[in-house]
């Protein structure tokens, strides 16, 4: 699972960074194109630990850190569990599956962004919006790895379970599923990295607090670094908890690493 | 001895998917299995046996006919007809110990007696030390080990086992042999032995049915009396083991 690190591949970012560094100190790029990365580092701590206290932003990463999370996750649980229990119960019962396949494959053809205008007409903007638009982003991907997963199950799997005394429900929960999860840990790991992706979009519209809100307002008051501090913020958040995703998967399922 | 089960002339077809030709695989078939004893299904691949093993298990529908277990007739799996398929096909994300347990957690017992049982079966089956390993880290016939244990640990009344070591080579095909028979005797199991290995069945078996192809008969009738427990090196040099061979040879020769 975990690859040896390639040097090689350090001389790319490194050389980035400096070219980077150059454009900013020989104003080949402005500042207010293109913030140092000097800037974007000190800022980034002062917005952690709150060292400089005159700017707006300073020492408030946790309270907007910790609100984005909770949209991303009351998204991704009440979107994603939906798409679990559809996609297992599509993958159980055909009359499922045929009633509600085509709609879903329907409603799939709108990109998740194109649901925005609509939403904030229904639930205005900011919490609610943000937190549907995470939803729908969540449902699909999991809802058709769940589906395809659970699908898949070799039939000899199911004999074995039933000639060992399991019955209908039991084999739900002591095959299908068990069976279908690294189909569904894709699943749920996309619906994650979509969620990330649009809580910035649901914030944007105006609310408050939340990574995506900093941004907007740094982008009002001029404040580029702070862009760019969100930025590796989010990117930071989106790898953390997929890694905790991962983390959990391993709990489960043990064996696959100890091969 | 008394019949345990009672195969009464069972009818299958097979339709070809996507078509209407229906493949007249059973027609009409009965026969018996005596209490305790070991009964082989013998034929070349493709004849039937595999589905003779699935409709007895309650797996597959039937035309016509009935299968019935001490009077009573088979509609469905349960674990009173245990089934060890060609394939271990083990639950892979679980313990060779939970693989075992798997069965038990529908009936009702205690932990304590449930967790000595289980390592009585770990045990029997020379699984010892393997018990928190994962299928996928175990060989062919260990795996097989594990899907004979999880069923024999229900007591069931019959066990079917449909070519179970066709996949392991000749030397762990013996010791399995050995090891089934000495289950077999140990714990007065009633065996239904599906091989195509003429060895294997005449060195495992009380009674071997040799089976012609589609629609499946039974040709012949074999009753195999050497004395338990059996051992290669006692049947090979044997006269009549080598008689019945060549018997059961021709037979298959004028099919
Ligand atoms: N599910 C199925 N659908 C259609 N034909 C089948 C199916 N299963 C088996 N058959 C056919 O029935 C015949 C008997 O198969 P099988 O019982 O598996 O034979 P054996 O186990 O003796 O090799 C074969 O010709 C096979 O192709
Ligand atoms: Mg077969």
Redesign the interface.
């Known amino acids: 699972m975990i690859k040896k690190f390639d040097l090689l591949g350090l001389i790319l970012p490194i050389f980035l960074v400096f070219l980077w560094g150059y454009v900013t100190v020989t104003n080949i790029a402005p500042s207010y194109i293109l913030p140092s990365p000097s800037k974007v580092v000190i800022s980034l701590f002062d917005f952690a630990f709150g060292t400089n206290s005159s700017s707006p932003y300073s020492g408030q990463m946790l309270e907007h850190t910790l609100m984005s999370l909770k949209r991303v996750c009351t998204g991704f649980l009440l979107g994603g569990g939906l798409g679990f229990v559809l996609g297992i119960a599509s993958a159980a019962v055909q009359y499922v599956n045929r009633i509600f396949a085509t709609s879903i494959h329907i409603l799939r053809a709108m990109p998740g962004i194109g649901w925005l205008p609509i939403a904030m007409v229904w639930f205005g903007v900011g919490e609610k919006t943000s937190i549907f638009l995470i939803g729908i982003a969540a449902f699909f991907p999991i809802y058709m790895n769940t589906l395809q997963g659970a699908g898949a199950v ?1 039939p ?2 199911y ?9 209908k429900l ?1 084999l739900l929960t ?2 299908m599923i ?2 279908a ?1 690294p189909q569904i840990l894709v699943g749920l790991r996309i619906g994650l990295s979509i969620s990330w992706a649009y809580v910035v979009l649901g914030e944007l519209t105006g609310v408050n607090k939340g990574l995506g809100a900093v941004m907007m307002d740094a982008r009002m008051l001029g404040r580029l670094e702070m862009i760019l501090v969100m930025m590796v913020c989010i990117a930071v958040l989106g790898r953390i908890t997929d890694q905790f995703l991962l983390l959990l998967y391993r709990f489960i ?1 043990p ?1 696959e690493i ?2 | 001895m008394k019949p345990i089960l009672k195969i009464e002339n069972i009818s299958k077809y097979y339709t070809k998917h996507g078509t209407k030709d229906r493949l007249h695989v059973l027609d009409q078939l009965s026969f018996e299995i005596n209490e305790g004893e070991i009964v082989t299904l013998l034929g070349s691949s493709g004849c039937g046996k595999s589905t003779i093993l699935n409709i007895i298990a309650g797996f597959e529908k039937i035309e016509g006919g009935a299968v019935y277990l001490k009077g009573e007739k088979i509609q469905q799996p349960s674990s009173s007809i245990g089934v060890v398929f060609q394939n271990p096909t083990l639950f892979e994300w679980m313990t060779v110990y939970e693989n075992i347990q798997f069965g038990l957690k529908y009936k009702k017992i205690d932990k304590k007696t449930e967790r000595e049982s289980i390592y009585e079966y770990i045990n029997l089956l020379e699984l010892k030390g393997f018990e928190n390993f994962y299928p996928s880290q175990l060989s062919g016939g260990m795996q097989q080990r594990v899907a004979i244990a999880r069923v024999l640990i229900l007591s069931p009344q019959i066990l079917l086992m449909d070519e179970p070591f066709a996949a392991l080579d000749s030397f762990r095909r013996a010791k399995m042999q050995l090891l089934l028979q000495h289950l077999a005797i140990q714990l007065k199991c009633t065996i239904l032995f599906i091989t195509h290995d003429l060895e294997e069945a005449i060195f495992l078996s009380d009674q071997i049915y040799i089976l012609k192809d589609l629609p499946t008969q039974i040709i012949q009738k074999v009753n195999i009396s050497f004395e338990r427990p059996r051992r290669y090196e006692d049947l090979c040099g044997d006269l009549e083991f080598m008689n019945i061979k060549s018997e059961i040879f021709q037979q298959l020769r004028h099919e």
């Open positions: 070799d000899l799997q004999r074995a379970a039933r000639m060992l005394g399991a019955k039991q002591s095959i068990p069976s999860l399922r064996f100890k091969k």
